[in-house]
């Protein structure tokens, strides 16, 4: 009788699902929301590195605190911020962008709200979809630094998740939209921007509280909502630990392909079919989660 229990308390480890509200992906999300009445602190790290020439450095920071104001509707609020270290470093948007740019400061980079609505569940329902919006406040530009004059943006996701073999694989998928309206103190004038983004991941539970998987992050940037700009594809590893009293994800993505390609500072062509003026080559986000 004493097999059966360990037996029946080892397996069930296995089958149980991630906690609510955690979040298993560097970047891509899932329909996973705060419990009704409760509340999680969650705080991001993000390093990028690796431009086309110069050196360039970053690390963004952002801090959220989110409720669940229903079982199936969660909200946060945000506040990001960043360091940069730049030295001859491209830019598309800085003025001294094409012949390398000199930056080292803090920022404060903005305030934003969130909000999901978990329309379907992926361990109720055949699969799981949620939807998201954030407004957001923007002081500064998160890849040069520069002071905005007024920026406002909103941030759209259709999040849809399926599970398979018990939740033990997990796959996700958001359709990201995020509109701008960007002005920096140098240049009142506004600007209107697109981003579209798809973002995708599979995640295994390969032992009690542990997950492994791969993710994937292609970024499209069109100025004045008609004009492409650029188009960046990132792939990579990811890691998630969730604990009863906490939660932690490691997450690594590697630009693969870019276009148009980055150029050096004697105009040379360089990264093979990688976009480096804008984006960086690496990038490296840690996040940790305390829910209460």
């Known amino acids: 009788m004493k097999k059966e229990l360990v037996f029946l308390l080892c397996t069930s480890c296995f089958t149980l699902p991630a906690h609510a509200g955690e979040s298993m992906f560097s970047r ?24 086309s020439m110069g050196t360039y450095n970053a690390l963004d920071l952002r801090s959220e605190l989110e409720y669940g104001l229903s079982n199936k ?3 946060a609020l945000y506040v990001n911020s960043g360091y940069i270290h730049a030295k001859g470093a491209p830019d598309d948007d800085d003025p001294n962008g094409a012949t390398g740019f000199d930056r080292t400061k803090w920022f404060l980079q903005g305030i934003s709200a969130e ?7 992926p361990y109720t329902d055949p699969f799981g979809l949620a939807f998201y919006i954030e407004p957001e406040y923007q002081f500064t530009d998160l890849h040069n630094g520069l002071a905005y004059n007024h920026t406002f943006g909103i941030e759209y996701r259709a999040i849809f998740q399926k ?3 018990d939740d033990r694989l997990i796959f996700v998928y958001n359709l990201v939209l995020e509109t701008e309206a960007i002005s920096f103190k140098d240049d009142p004038t506004y600007n209107s921007e697109l981003d579209w983004n798809n973002e995708i991941g599979v995640s295994y539970r390969f032992m009690p ?5 791969l993710e994937g ?3 499209n940037e069109y100025g004045n909502f008609n004009t492409h700009e650029h188009s960046v594809f990132w792939v990579g590893p990811v890691l998630h630990y969730g604990g009863p009293k906490m939660w932690a994800t490691l997450g690594w993505l590697e630009q693969v392909y870019g276009s148009p390609s980055g150029i050096d500072e004697n105009g040379t ?3 093979h079919d990688l976009f480096l003026r ?14 209460f």
């Open 28 to 51: 891509a999300y899932t329909t996973d929301t705060v419990p009704e009445g409760h509340f999680e602190i969650e705080q991001l790290a993000r390093f990028r590195d690796q431009r």
């Open 209 to 213: 509280n542990w997950f492994a998987g």
């Open 269 to 271: 062509f360089i990264g």
């Open 73 to 75: 509707l969660q909200a």
């Open 163 to 165: 599970n398979f073999l």
């Open 115 to 121: 909000f999901i609505y978990r329309v379907m569940s």
């Open 217 to 219: 992050r292609n970024h």
């Open 278 to 291: 804008s984006h960086e080559r690496h990038e490296i986000t840690f996040k940790v989660g305390i829910p």
